[in-house]
T-cell receptor, first 110, second 113 residues
């Protein structure tokens, strides 16, 4: 039973447009959330995070939104660039470690 | 800072053989995690250590898997005997106390034939 779900295994977006990646979680005790980006043959790298006391966190082109009542978070990338093409994992904090979703492969088309 | 170092990068082995994956965490990071990535399940936590002590190994799939951390700068994940369904990318990650962000290694791609 996956506690963190990313229901879209893949997403294609045109360069310059907005990319929206979604993540749902089931455990209301999760209190911290992160997004990681992974390129082929590399380990995941930290992208952006949000605490459960906030509903939005922004860092340049990346914004994460958290809707606690819906147990849903999303990552917005504006504008999308070809270099953003990667697999994106969302993760929710559980104790001392994080539970990761299965990932969404984003392809930004030039 | 060389980051989290994993070896080997690729491992191809025959079913039934023993496989040992290695990880050197970032100096000063007192948490170390072993994850496995598969197409079906994404990133799964196998085990994590705090100050070299295993804290949660509930993600280790079977007794064929074992992990050790003899000191703060080295950890191993061993599979004995290996099976084709163990084929995956295995990641090691570390973080210091008080930080939420992990630093991942580049992973070991294991293929069991």
């Amino acid at each position: 039973d996956q506690q963190v779900k990313q229901n879209s295994p893949s997403l294609s977006v045109q360069e310059g447009r907005i990319s929206i990646l979604n993540c749902d979680y089931t455990n209301s005790m999760f209190d911290y959330f992160l997004w990681y980006k992974k390129y082929p043959a590399e380990g995941p790298t930290f992208l952006i995070s949000i605490s459960s006391i906030k509903d939005k966190n922004e860092d340049g082109r990346f914004t994460v939104f958290l809707n606690k009542s819906a147990k849903h978070l999303s990552l917005h990338i504006v504008p999308s660039q070809p270099g953003d093409s990667a697999v994106y994992f969302c993760a929710s904090r559980y104790g001392q470690n994080f539970v990761f979703g299965p990932g969404t492969r984003l392809s930004v088309l030039p | 800072d060389a980051g989290v170092i994993q070896s080997p990068r690729h491992e191809v082995t025959e079913m039934g053989q023993e496989v040992t994956l290695r990880c050197k965490p970032i100096s000063g990071h007192d948490y170390l995690f072993w994850y496995r990535q598969t197409m079906m399940r994404g990133l799964e936590l196998l085990i994590y250590f705090n100050n070299n002590v295993p804290i949660d190994d509930s993600g280790m799939p079977e007794d064929r898997f074992s992990a050790k951390m003899p000191n703060a700068s080295f950890s191993t994940l061993k599979i004995q005997p290996s099976e084709p369904r163990d084929s995956a990318v295995y990641f090691c990650a570390s973080r210091p106390t008080g930080s939420y962000g992990y630093t991942f290694g580049s992973g070991t791609r294991l293929t069991v034939v």
